[in-house]
């Protein structure tokens, strides 16, 4: 029973590139979460997701960010030409429903560098 | 504002030397405070949900503990695989299933 998986791992763009990282929730959950963690700072919410719902996107930027939870496949966080301050671990979390008496399963995370 | 807030922000231990981390919080209607642990490179794996103020929750060498201001993570004889950091969140009545995390403590755990 696979947990949540995030791919890449580790992602390195240069500056004005865009960024694609993709979640895959456990079997059987439906709602996804973002999260990022910028060094030396605690996890910060960034959107939350149902399929082909944006639920609650409060805590992402205005501009350049933006994230899609399709009918198939993946979770995606879009991030356009991307500038150094966005260099971040970015954690997706998943659960089956929202509320404290669901779980909500972290991945790995992708590390994002821009240079 | 919801806020969390704990401390210490780094501890240092003797294996076997029990101590606590400090979660405060305020939020809008409490529905649920989480405890985390995160170790290098990884991502947070979940270690209880208290959901009112009084009710405790053990596991192996910890134990959570909740009141209407702040919740504690008691370790009791630690060993060094331990050493991690650990995350408080809170998640406020009034909001869809996002948590509000706190900067986390970082315990090392010395043989």
């Known amino acids: 029973n696979a947990g949540v998986m995030q791919n890449p791992r580790h992602l390195v763009r240069r500056r004005g590139q865009e960024a694609r990282l993709r979640c895959s929730p456990m079997k059987g959950h439906s709602h996804v979460y973002w999260y990022r963690q910028l060094p030396e700072e605690g996890l910060k919410f960034m959107v939350y997701?149902?399929?082909?719902?944006?639920?609650?996107e409060s805590g992402m930027p205005k501009e350049r960010f933006s994230a899609e939870f399709p009918k198939e496949g993946p979770s995606i966080l879009r991030i356009q030409q991307v500038v150094r301050g966005d260099s971040a671990a970015y954690f997706c979390?998943?659960?089956?429903?929202?509320?404290?008496?669901?779980?909500?399963?972290f991945g790995s995370g992708t590390r994002l560098t821009v240079v | 504002e919801d806020q969390v807030t704990q401390s210490p922000e780094a501890l240092r231990l003797q294996e076997g030397e029990s101590s606590s981390l400090n979660c405060s919080y305020t939020v809008s209607g409490l529905r649920g405070l989480f405890w985390y642990r995160q170790d290098p490179g990884k991502g947070p794996e979940f270690l209880f949900t208290?959901?009112?103020a009084g009710e405790e929750k053990e596991k192996e060498r910890l134990k959570a503990t909740l009141t209407k201001k702040e919740s504690f993570l008691h370790i009791t004889a630690p060993k060094p695989e331990d050493s991690a950091t650990y995350l408080c969140?809170?998640?406020?009545?009034?909001?869809?299933?996002?948590?509000?995390f706190g900067q986390g403590t970082t315990l090392q755990v010395k043989p």
């Open positions: 997701l149902q399929k082909e719902n944006i639920i609650d």
């Open positions: 969140a809170v998640q406020a009545e009034s909001n869809t299933g996002k948590l509000i």
């Open positions: 208290l959901y009112s």
């Open positions: 979390a998943s659960s089956s429903g929202y509320g404290t008496n669901y779980g909500y399963t």
